[in-house]
């Protein structure tokens, strides 16, 4: 994943990168916040129209402080709220240049909110030029954790394509070791 992240930031991508983190509870759409706070995107919030600027507000409250004029968000009551909240949340991360590379790492710890929206992003973006990198442990998302379930829809949906790694054996771990040290050990 990170050579791939690494090679597309060299071939012209812009790139973007976060992870999910068990420890901290889950934390809802945090991976996205981050995405929208990474310098590939934010600096493109700006030219969205201020209806998007302010539901995004709701996960980034500093875009109330640089765009003083905007709405308050009202509270998420209804489904179409939360489905302009998720279009939102979309467009703010596509309105980085294209294309666009998304690397979301330990995505088996990320929340049922973030696993949803993706689904959504993924959806909404289907002709962009985007590309959704996802890092995951088969052996911390079991058949019936979400993440299996949306890949499953995902696949048949979207062509998402799955790429089941081997662990490495100690031959392997040790040359990555040695790759990661710059000598061998």
């Known amino acids: 994943a990170q050579e791939l992240f690494q090679w597309a930031m ?3 991508f812009t790139t973007a990168h976060t992870r999910a983190y068990g420890a901290e ?24 129209d201020p209806i998007w600027l302010t539901e ?8 109330l402080n640089n765009h ?5 968000p009202e509270p998420i009551t209804e489904y179409g709220r939360r489905q302009r909240f998720f279009e939102a949340l979309a467009r703010g991360v ?10 979301v790492d330990d995505l088996h710890w990320c929340d049922q909110e973030t696993l949803e929206w993706l689904h959504f992003l993924l959806r909404f973006a289907a002709r962009r030029p985007l590309l959704m990198l996802g890092a995951a442990r088969s052996e ?3 058949p019936e954790h979400p993440l299996s379930a949306l ?35």
């Open 68 to 72: 003083p004029t905007l709405a308050q």
């Open 10 to 12: 060299r071939q012209g």
């Open 151 to 185: 890949t499953r829809q995902l696949r048949a949906e979207v062509g998402v394509s799955v790429i089941e790694l081997a662990p490495l054996n100690a031959a392997e771990t040790a040359t990555l070791a040695a790759q990661v040290q710059g000598y061998a050990l």
């Open 94 to 103: 596509l309105a980085a240049p294209a294309p666009l590379l998304l690397w």
């Open 25 to 48: 509870g889950r934390l809802s759409l945090a991976p996205v916040t981050e995405w929208l706070r990474s310098s590939a995107v934010q600096s493109s919030l700006a030219a969205l």
């Open 140 to 142: 911390a998302s079991p």
């Open 56 to 63: 995004i507000a709701r996960l980034l409250p500093e875009v």
